[in-house]
């Protein structure tokens, strides 16, 4: 007769209680792990992009500040050859590090395409850099600032011009109060020039086109740069243009001028800031986005209409502040709705490769 052992319910139930807790402990730690992790992730890439945002706008103001400071009070009149200086001081030396030291490579572009994309980009980017300077012989930092406003709104325009944006009745609404308040801001500006306006709303419609030809370059044609690359194919583009005004508008006066003195150690220290910021500026858009790079200019023009204030006693009216206000929140609030779109966008992307 054989004998049959047989566990008992309670028997069994109690062997799995005891088993349970450890498991328990063992999953709550991994999950402890894992949202530890991530939060270390989340922390990790708040700091790096609180880092670049730190420099660029450091460096953005030192340049302006020094740009102001070289045009109006040293006696280096001449912002087309500054920027000249800038542009061909840049492509020597990333000539240097691409071709001699092999810190990145070189895009396979022929001079057809070069001259299709590159070259377009460059004249743009020349005029824009031209009268943006130009424009520090007549305005104050403070009110060039306050212009700056305008940027979304231009880019807003081309975009939709060049069917990369989407036309919508709240943006262009949006865009307008923008421009009233800088119109406020304008009214109430103590020096205003009407030669220095021309030229800063000019550069701000330059640059929103060169803007619009690179987003174009990248997501249409597929061509993406990073930060070296960028300045190596762009800054000869930019020096080419710039050569021409040079020749024929700025060399003649300044082989007139008597008292002009070329202090060369200034010089080399400007386009070695300058050439720091255009790093800075494609390290930004490629380490976080477009959108904080807009962000962080807000808040950088804010610093830089006070530092003018101090530095070179430029002084700031009423009217100034309230329609730099007005601007200010517009420019804020179509910040705000991009990034709900763009979050929007990602959610469908999220939800399409889901199902």
């Not at 930092?141 to 939709?160: E, H």
């Not at 803007?211 to 997501?219: A, D, G, K, P």
Request: with cysteine.
């Amino acid at each position: 007769m054989r004998s049959v052992l047989v566990q008992s319910p309670t028997e069994g139930a109690a062997s799995s209680d005891k088993a349970s807790p450890s498991v328990f402990r063992q999953d709550s730690s991994a999950n402890g792990v894992k949202t530890q992790q991530r939060e270390n992730s989340i922390a990790r890439s708040c700091m790096r992009a609180y880092f670049f945002v730190a420099v660029w706008m450091s460096i953005s103001m030192a340049v302006i500040m020094f740009n102001k400071w070289i045009l109006a009070y040293s006696g280096f009149g001449y912002p087309v050859a500054l920027t000249m200086w800038h542009m061909v001081f840049c492509t020597s030396v990333v000539t240097v590090l691409v071709r001699v030291f092999k810190v990145t490579t070189r895009l396979k572009m022929t001079k057809r395409e070069y001259m299709r994309r590159v070259m377009p980009i460059g004249f743009f980017y020349a005029a824009s850099l031209w009268l943006s300077n130009s424009a520090y012989l007549h305005l104050s930092v403070s009110f060039i600032q306050m212009t700056k406003a305008l940027m979304p709104g231009l880019v807003y325009i081309v975009g939709v011009f060049c069917r990369m944006e989407k036309f919508s009745v709240s943006t262009s609404m949006n865009m307008i109060i923008i421009a009233i308040g800088v119109a406020i801001a304008a009214y109430g500006e103590l020096n205003f020039d009407t030669l220095g306006v021309t030229q800063q709303l000019s550069a701000l419609l330059f640059e929103a086109v060169r803007l619009m030809l690179v987003q174009i370059l990248i997501t249409r044609q597929g061509m993406a740069m990073n930060p070296l690359q960028s300045l190596y194919y762009v800054s000869p583009a930019c020096a080419f243009f710039l050569f021409f005004p040079l020749i024929f508008v700025e060399y003649p006066a300044m082989m007139a001028d008597a008292a002009l003195v070329f202090d060369w150690n200034m010089l080399i220290f400007n386009a070695l800031c300058a050439f720091a910021l255009n790093l800075a500026v494609f390290l930004l858009i490629g380490k976080t986005s477009a959108l904080t790079m807009n962000i962080a200019g807000v808040i950088k023009d804010w610093m830089l209409i006070f530092a003018s204030q101090h530095f070179f006693g430029n002084k700031v009216t009423f009217l100034n502040y309230v329609g730099y206000v007005i601007a200010f929140l517009s420019v804020f609030l179509y910040n705000i709705n991009k990034l709900r779109e763009k979050k929007r966008e990602q959610a469908k992307k999220a939800g399409g490769g889901g199902a």
